[in-house]
């Protein structure tokens, strides 16, 4: 496992206290795991995400990521509805794990509450609760 110095964290992205993640892009709000989660999880062999048109609450669990260790719920970071996923992590679960914040996404949604975005985790918030 990675050391806590070691993590990728792009300033960018909001993060959840679950270690998901969240980006504004023009109208979309991408969503992920993070570095530290997939480190956590360590090879990821298959990732469940939800059909397009599905809506979540914020907190509301939107599919799972299965690893050679275990199985992990996803859970919203903000509320919206299911705009695209990333087809790709079907036959390229191991995306997550090599690029979690690029070709590792998992979802876009058009977001429910825009201003939910502003109320998680900066970077520097997400890597002091890492650190305990």
Known sequence: MKAISELK??????????????????????????????????????????????????GEEFGTVESVKAVSELYMP??????????????????????????GWMMEIKASDPAELEALKSKADYFEMLKG
């Open 78 to 103: 903000i509320g919206g509805e299911v705009t695209a996923i990333n087809e790709a992590l079907a036959d390229e679960p191991e995306r997550v794990n090599s690029d979690p914040y690029d070709s």
């Open 9 to 58: 964290l792009p300033e960018n992205v909001r993060y959840t206290d679950d270690h998901e993640w969240a980006k504004k892009s023009g109208d979309v709000v991408r969503i992920g795991i993070s570095d530290y989660a997939q480190d956590q999880l360590g090879d990821i062999v298959f990732v469940e995400l939800p059909e397009v048109g599905s809506s979540f609450d914020k």
